[in-house]
């Protein structure tokens, strides 16, 4: 049983206001309820989101906690006076502030990523997913030289999830590349990434996790035995050492995690952008 | 050139940090830099975290804004009292007032995710990420049945990095089947999907975006024309519609938006997260 609902009300996806409170909430030992309204943009559906936490208010009998992002004025005002829940109002809080500081006004436009899909930006994160699923897996060895990053490491490592997340939230071209024992009988890496060094960057597990993980997929195989498990990641991380190659564990790391640490390690001009807001 | 600097301040990945802010300075018609520090999570690293800050309000000659979503109480107040930005703490601002409402203190633990890899959740994100890849593009019939939704459309209308972006953002298992010239020959959907009518959702887009895109991939083919993607769009759409399948236009829509709609029209309970927070 939930002790508390969460409201997420927004008049785009809803995604930041979700992200935003979750994180807030994770800070209170509680189990919450989140409910996310999206695309909250008319009077209409914000009586509408108001009927539903004020319905939610009388059957619990607590205050819903209702995290807001949205932008139109006259819709947040509806929600402050009508709504009984508690109203964290992540915009208003903070433009305010920041036109003083900034010494411009804010434009209190809604949906200014309705024509991204034309934008640049958008379509290089379309070819980066493209090119990164065509590269998953060491499945093509054609224009390794297009890629931003290259990830190696035994099956089961993380680098699919990884490689799709750079693709598409950072627009990244990542190809993948399994070690296996063919490369560990010849003690070197893949001879195709020979030319790539640079780019490439390792991940690396605990034997007992890896060995959990495969045994869900191929359950007392070799494969997914603790013994091959362990002799995998030993001799694929000797020869990363041997290589030079920077690599990082994925047993305990979150695929945001994993993929923060390539960015910031490999490049970390990634973790800037210049963004023209207007 | 930009015309201002913005931090994004966090002792985890930022991405919420990140996220947040730019929502917020997408209120400004401003050109901003944005850079992204993350774990920051000793003293110092957050001295140098300070140093970097204060580096650009002298090289820039103005303040550079600063979200930090620190969790610690000891870099938060570090952060406050030494550098020479405008911090906007977005932890803090919430915190406290709903300590109140809440009736409990917050645990200021940072790293609540450090042992996500392990949780339930997590493993379905990774096995809906393996299914939806092994499903893309009517790669295979096998176990439709255990799909959340399938996305059906002709080729290019957006249904990869939709199905890609359900299955790592919500663990949904997502299929996806391209509607191609054999299927409007036969004026039907492909028989495949017959049994799995509920869990169609279909993707349109504007014929003129649509041989854009194609043009980038196949120059000057039939199959890029405009009036071959009139044709295909218009047999979908009829198809679509004689089937009784939901569907709308992604010719400006973000995968974000995309996403949430899908979620919204099919499965709204998937807007609703049980998440326990202890």
New interface residues.
Partial sequence: M?S?TAFFVSD?????AE??G??????????????????VDTIDKAHQAIRQINHTHEVEGK?P?VFT?L?NPALQELLRSHCKG?V?D??G???H??EG??G?K????VG???????SKA??N??EA??YT?LH?DGQSNRDLSGADVILIGVSRSGK??TS??LA?QHGLKVANYPLIPEDFDRKRLPPALDDHRKKLFGLTIQPE?LSEIRN?RRPDSRYASLENCRYEVAEAEAMMRRAGVRWLS????????I???IL?DLRPQN????????
Avoid: C, W
């Fill in positions: 939930h508390r785009g996806t809803g995604i930041t992200a935003f979750n994180a807030i909430l994770a800070q209170f030992d509680l189990s919450i309820r989140g409910i996310r309204l999206p695309f205050k906690i992002t932008v508690m964290m992540m915009f809080t903070f433009v502030p920041l500081e900034l411009v804010s434009h209190h436009r200014r990523f309705t024509d991204i899909s034309k958008y379509s994160r379309m997913i493209n699923l998953d699919t999830p799709l997340y598409m996790r869900e994925t047993t305990t790391k979150s695929i945001e995690e993929s923060t640490t910031s973790l800037q952008n210049l963004s023209s807001f207007s």
